[in-house]
């Protein structure tokens, strides 16, 4: 046989029972679903129905690396986990960037299967062919950095590898998130997965792998990696990448006026002391990379003097987003608020929305300091923000036990109308920039299938791209112009959705492969370079239209289990407020709002791209079968929800 990139096995461990299995990884899962996103989805879908919910024992827990993670290919950094989210209770995952999910396949598995539920804490351990379940009472409470370092030390393993979660996961906060490697290497943020791992009652997973990982074709692998090394050099999004790390983005939002701060209320903001300049010159220690990337976008900053003087973390451009969104513009409060939500162990971008969310039900009176406690909740406010936080980590007092459910629970145990200051779709909460003024990145957010989250389909083709381009990719001149075509829209989005969705089955970082300054370069690196190093690697021959298709399937997977778990066309929503209150602040996009009728074509265009019925969002029998995927089409129709 010839060696290549997959190491032919799964590993499945029930916690209930203790039962350690190795199953194969064959043909079923690589011919149509590759490796990542796409294995774990489908995983999900076939082994959690809809009536198993979030923190049952049934529901799964899924580490999928990418297909090319642990592979020398550029930027081949990516682990997804999955598990149904408890956030909405629909499809979850994660993705990550950091060295786990590449021990785990030099362990000997491309994937592992978490289900089941520990009567008391414990910790799995994978060292290449040993695995087995140990204590792990000593662990708990222990924040994600010091549970890294204690298992290195408990298992004699300098350089051992861990998956962990923080206090927040132990305490079942939807907002938790599953850390790689302590608190400032990568975590799988999204959708409420720590909580999932705390649920189960497990702390970690501690793993050591020996083995190599192949490549079946080296020098076609070694063109490819040069091709991209060819492309990175020209491209004009890199530069900036490489200078100011995922910073940058700040220029982005100032651009078009799209910060989203207080709550999403404003869009224009007081910036300047957020400016990634001021970032790299007064706070940047390190300036790193993801598993072999040479963009190297990742930072490390610290803070050397005042109330937060040695305060050191790993942050991204989503921190000050979010920061923004509670109205902190103090660059300091914004690092040592990285620090405390990565050693925690929560979601930045889930956090952050929902500390804003309860200072908004605090302007207006809807709770009050005998509600917090004491604490003023105002925007701009460093202390509330970062104490909150630390409340919501621990569920400590009767509102960060309520806000630690998400801004939708939060809302519906409030009352008094806070369900309009919920910014969520689905249940999860928002993420990146404001859509106001800007159609396809509005209808982006309303058909993710983890709730709001740009990364679903980096909706940013529309400024990119030219007329003539939009005519020949997408039908219409119309899908170029930014704020004003609607025709072909709906057809980009779908097709920048497929896109990314490869990066997450390959393992590939989308600030390396799926940005770029044109559509071209998006294109070639995207498609073209990702399909070239995956068929070097994997010794297999797949075309550039099979590998869109592949990540066609995966979505379409996911929308399956959403529409399993009773989600239909009037879940594809954003919040009210982006269609009724126009943007406030002035700016680029000042005094904008969604405009209804522009969002319901565009979503009528997309459902008709992939082949869902345009009157329900439902699935398509015809869709699910052209892509391979009869076997759903079957599940859903013997279950109502399936048109055709």
């Given at each position: 046989?010839?060696?290549?990139?997959?190491?032919?096995?799964?590993?499945?461990?029930?916690?209930?029972?203790?039962?350690?299995?190795?199953?194969?990884?064959?043909?079923?899962?690589?011919?149509?679903?590759?490796?990542?996103?796409?294995?774990?989805?489908?995983?999900?879908?076939?082994?959690?129905?809809?009536?198993?919910?979030?923190?049952?024992?049934?529901?799964?827990?899924?580490?999928?690396?990418?297909?090319?993670?642990?592979?020398?290919?550029?930027?081949?950094?990516?682990?997804?986990?999955?598990?149904?989210?408890?956030?909405?209770?629909?499809?979850?995952?994660?993705?990550?960037?950091?060295?786990?999910?590449?021990?785990?396949?030099?362990?000997?598995?491309?994937?592992?299967?978490?289900?089941?539920q520990a009567d008391k804490p414990v910790y799995l351990f994978i060292h290449d062919d040993h695995v087995e379940l140990r204590d792990a009472s000593g662990l708990r409470g222990l924040l994600t950095s010091q549970t890294h370092a204690r298992l290195r030390d408990l298992t004699g393993i300098p350089d051992l590898r861990t998956v962990s979660i923080g206090p927040a996961g132990e305490n079942r906060v939807r907002l938790a998130g599953v850390f790689h490697d302590g608190s400032d290497e990568g975590v799988s943020a999204r959708c409420g997965l720590g909580a999932v791992m705390g649920a189960k009652n497990l702390k970690a997973i501690a793993t050591r792998g020996t083995r190599d990982i192949g490549v079946a074709d080296q020098q076609a692998f070694r063109a490819a990696y040069q091709e991209y090394l060819d492309v990175i050099a020209v491209d004009p999004y890199v530069p900036p990448a490489t200078k100011y790390g995922t910073c940058r983005f700040m220029f982005h939002r100032v651009k078009f006026g799209i910060h989203g701060a207080e709550n999403w209320r404003y869009g224009e903001y007081p910036w300047e002391t957020l400016?990634?300049?001021?970032?790299?010159?007064?706070?940047?220690?390190?300036?790193?990379?993801?598993?072999?990337?040479?963009?190297?976008?990742?930072?490390d900053y610290r803070i050397r003097s005042g109330p937060y003087a040695g305060i050191t973390a790993k942050l991204e451009w989503e921190t000050i987003a979010r920061s923004l969104t509670c109205g902190i513009t103090d660059p300091e409060a914004v690092?040592?608020?990285?620090?405390?939500?990565?050693?925690?162990?929560?979601?930045?971008?889930?956090?952050?929305?929902?500390?804003?969310?309860?200072?908004?039900?605090?302007?207006?009176?809807?709770?009050?300091?005998?509600?917090?406690?004491?604490?003023?909740?105002?925007?701009?406010?460093?202390?509330?923000?970062?104490?909150?936080?630390?409340?919501?980590?621990?569920?400590?007092?009767?509102?960060?036990?309520i806000l630690a459910e998400g801004t939708r629970r939060a809302a519906q145990q409030i009352g008094q109308?806070?369900?309009?200051?919920?910014?969520?779709?689905?249940?999860?909460?928002?993420?990146?920039?404001?859509?106001?003024?800007?159609?396809?990145?509005?209808?982006?957010?309303?058909?993710?299938?983890?709730?709001?989250?740009?990364?679903?389909?980096?909706?940013?083709?529309?400024?990119?791209?030219?007329?003539?381009?939009?005519l020949q990719w997408f039908g219409s001149e119309e899908a170029a112009d930014l704020r004003g075509g609607?025709?072909?829209?709906?057809?980009?989005?779908?097709?920048?959705?497929?896109?990314?969705?490869?990066?997450?089955?390959?393992?590939?970082?989308?600030?390396?492969?799926?940005?770029?300054?044109?559509?071209?370069?998006?294109?070639?690196?995207?498609?073209?370079?990702?399909?070239?190093?995956?068929?070097?690697?994997?010794?297999?021959?797949?075309?550039?239209?099979?590998?869109?298709?592949?990540?066609?399937?995966?979505?379409?997977?996911?929308?399956?289990?959403?529409?399993?778990?009773?989600?239909?066309?009037?879940?594809?929503?954003?919040?009210?407020?982006?269609?009724?209150?126009?943007l406030r602040g002035g700016g680029p996009s000042g005094g904008m709002v969604v405009e209804r009728d522009k969002f319901e074509q565009i979503l009528n265009e997309y459902y008709e791209a992939r082949r869902f019925d345009v009157q329900t969002g439902l699935p398509t029998r015809a869709g699910l079968e052209r892509l391979g995927l009869g076997d759903i089409a079957h599940d859903l129709a013997t279950r109502g929800k399936l048109v055709g």
């Open positions: 046989m010839t060696k290549n990139s997959y190491a032919g096995k799964i590993l499945r461990v029930d916690l209930t029972s203790g039962a350690i299995k190795i199953e194969p990884f064959g043909p079923e899962y690589i011919d149509r679903f590759i490796g990542g996103r796409g294995v774990a989805s489908k995983v999900l879908y076939d082994e959690v129905p809809p009536e198993v919910e979030p923190f049952d024992p049934e529901n799964r827990l899924i580490f999928s690396p990418g297909a090319l993670h642990g592979t020398a290919s550029p930027a081949a950094s990516r682990t997804t986990v999955a598990a149904k989210s408890p956030l909405t209770g629909m499809h979850g995952d994660g993705h990550s960037g950091a060295n786990w999910g590449g021990e785990l396949k030099r362990a000997g598995y491309d994937l592992l299967i978490i289900q089941g400016s990634p300049e001021i970032f790299r010159a007064d706070y940047q220690v390190k300036a790193g990379a993801c598993v072999a990337c040479p963009v190297r976008c990742r930072r690092i040592a608020w990285s620090n405390l939500c990565n050693h925690y162990g929560l979601d930045i971008e889930g956090t952050g929305d929902t500390v804003a969310f309860a200072m908004e039900c605090f302007e207006h009176g809807l709770i009050t300091e005998k509600d917090t406690d004491g604490l003023v909740l105002r925007f701009g406010d460093p202390h509330a923000f970062l104490e909150l936080t630390r409340r919501i980590a621990l569920r400590q007092g009767d509102l960060a036990n109308g806070s369900e309009r200051f919920a910014m969520n779709v689905k249940g999860g909460e928002m993420t990146a920039g404001d859509p106001r003024g800007m159609p396809v990145r509005a209808v982006s957010y309303a058909t993710s299938t983890r709730g709001s989250d740009h990364l679903r389909s980096n909706p940013y083709i529309e400024e990119i791209c030219t007329a003539e381009e939009a609607v025709k072909g829209k709906g057809r980009m989005l779908k097709f920048s959705e497929d896109l990314v969705t490869i990066g997450d089955i390959l393992g590939l970082c989308k600030f390396a492969y799926y940005r770029s300054a044109t559509l071209p370069y998006l294109y070639r690196k995207g498609v073209t370079i990702a399909t070239k190093l995956y068929n070097a690697c994997a010794g297999r021959h797949l075309s550039e239209e099979e590998m869109l298709l592949a990540g066609e399937r995966t979505f379409n997977v996911e929308k399956a289990f959403n529409t399993r778990c009773g989600a239909t066309r009037a879940d594809d929503i954003i919040p009210e407020r982006f269609f009724t209150e126009p």
